[in-house]
């Protein structure tokens, strides 16, 4: 896609080649706010918060954090398809977690930055 910017330029280009260098691609950005996206409801950040403590199966993670189990269980679907969460089987009982530990300092670091 193609911009005519009919505006003069303020930056010069030696800044203006970096900022392009380092732009991430569209894919990347595009999953980058697929990512927040998937953190944005306030339901699925909770769950976040609760699966980086401990692991817990939906019937124990919809109790804790007085959730209808099939809201719990529907926005852990939407969590896993976003690479967030991933589920262990053991028996009949299905366990969730943090995919990945990056996810909690992400989330740390928004905390810091609202200075909560």
């Not at 950040?45 to 189990?69: G, M, T």
């Amino acid at each position: 896609m193609r911009y005519n910017v009919a505006m003069e330029s303020l930056v010069d280009k030696e800044t203006e080649a970096t900022v392009q260098n380092f732009l991430p691609n569209n894919a990347t950005l595009y999953s980058l706010a697929e990512f927040f996206s998937a953190c944005s409801d306030v339901t699925r950040a909770k769950i976040i918060c609760a699966l980086s403590i401990s692991e817990l199966c939906v019937s124990d993670l919809s109790r804790i954090l007085k959730l209808n189990q099939t809201t719990c269980s529907h926005q852990l679907r939407l969590l896993r398809a976003a690479d967030i969460v991933q589920q262990r089987r053991d028996g009949k009982v299905i366990y969730y977690s943090i995919k990945s530990r990056k996810i909690e300092d992400v989330l740390l670091a928004g905390v810091n930055f609202l200075n909560l």
